[in-house]
């Protein structure tokens, strides 16, 4: 049974990740930061059946400021694959908190790197790099080769990982990849993204639960495709025999007008009456297009994407509908409004 570990679990991510491991047979591990509230609630439903999934599921309070304790868990666990995805991982919060930001999604990569190589395991490592480094895009579509410039700090740290990544993949023989992974949506995503922003209103708005939606930049382009296939990609990425990085994207790019019409429209209104702009959610420095070319991947792991972006949009619509249609939540909905 092959065992993995994964920074992140609890997030978009890391909880399709877990569901596909453990479908595929894996003990996973996953750590967790402690808090005074529960936050595994994308993962809860993996120990309904512990008979299935508990008993090859465990988590570990940690932290990826904690070297030490990243140490002693490869010491202990021995994994056979590293999954890094846990960030500060918001672009847009990435300015309000640089440090944190570039101590944790920066730094933390070289903390795990380190406990890899302190440790003496021989685990294949996934660091979850974005599309966001490529930021002011100096070609289109973006590649493997395209050079990067990255416009937050959120991209900066994103920057550093990636080439820590490959200086220790170059430098100890580490198994270690980079998965470039351009905007991936689901209804697990958080309720703070644009996009879960979109079709969580659009659905409370249908509901009478709220009136307006107020939002940023209309115009940006990015290229969107579904989580749960995006983290398959992670997967076959760490299947592969050496280390690499691959470009994971759809190919196709849409504003956020169109996220926001098409989500709009599904649920029968028009969304001019209810988007109002708040420059609050600008940028200071804006990406104003990202769009990527997965013909690596595609050739050398025999993965490209199915969901496209209308179907996308339509089923997380229809997510935060059925949601939004239990009393619970409308509940909490109600104390927000």
């Known amino acids: 049974m092959k065992k993995a570990l994964i920074t992140g679990i609890t997030g978009q991510d890391g909880s399709y990740l877990a569901d596909l491991l453990l479908e595929k047979g894996y003990e996973v591990h996953g750590i ?18 512990p008979h299935i999934n508990g008993v090859r599921m465990f988590l570990h309070f940690g932290d990826l400021s904690d070297s030490v304790n990243l140490v002693k868990l490869l010491y202990e666990l021995k994994p056979d694959e590293i999954y890094h995805l846990g960030a500060q991982s918001h672009v847009r919060v990435s ?17 795990i790197l380190e406990a890899i ?29 395209t050079p990067f410039w990255p416009r937050s700090p959120y991209g900066v740290a994103k920057v ?14 580490l198994c270690a990849s980079n998965g470039i992974l351009f905007n991936h949506e689901s209804p697990r995503r958080g309720e703070t993204f644009v996009t879960r922003k979109i079709t969580r209103s659009a659905a409370a708005i249908k509901h009478g639960l709220q009136h307006e939606l107020f939002l940023g930049n209309l115009d940006a382009k990015r290229d969107w495709g579904y989580a749960p296939e995006f983290v398959e990609g992670m997967w076959r990425i760490l299947q592969h025999d050496e280390g690499d990085d691959f470009v994971l994207a759809t190919g196709e790019t849409h504003t956020v007008r169109e996220f926001v019409e098409t989500a709009f429209t599904h649920v029968d209104l028009d969304w001019k009456k ?10 200071p420095a804006e990406v104003d297009l990202l769009i990527g070319d997965a013909s690596k991947a595609k050739k050398i792991l025999d993965w490209e994407p199915k969901v496209r972006f209308h179907e996308l949009v339509r089923l997380m619509v229809d997510a935060d509908m059925e949601l939004l249609s239990r009393e619970t939540p409308r509940k909490h909905l109600g104390k927000l409004s």
Do not use: C
């Open 160 to 173: 550093f990982s990636f080439w820590a990544t490959v200086n220790y993949r170059e430098s100890y023989g």
């Open 117 to 145: 190589r302190e440790a003496g395991t021989r685990s294949r490592f996934y660091q979850a790099s974005s599309s966001e480094m490529f930021g002011k895009a100096q070609q289109v579509p973006q590649t493997e080769k």
């Open 95 to 111: 300015f309000d908190i640089p440090e944190y930001t570039s101590d944790i999604t920066g730094v933390g990569t070289i903390r």
């Open 274 to 283: 209810y988007v109002r702009h708040d420059p609050r959610y600008e940028r």
């Open 32 to 49: 967790i930061r402690r808090a005074s509230t529960f936050n595994t609630s994308r993962i809860d439903h993996l120990y309904a059946d």
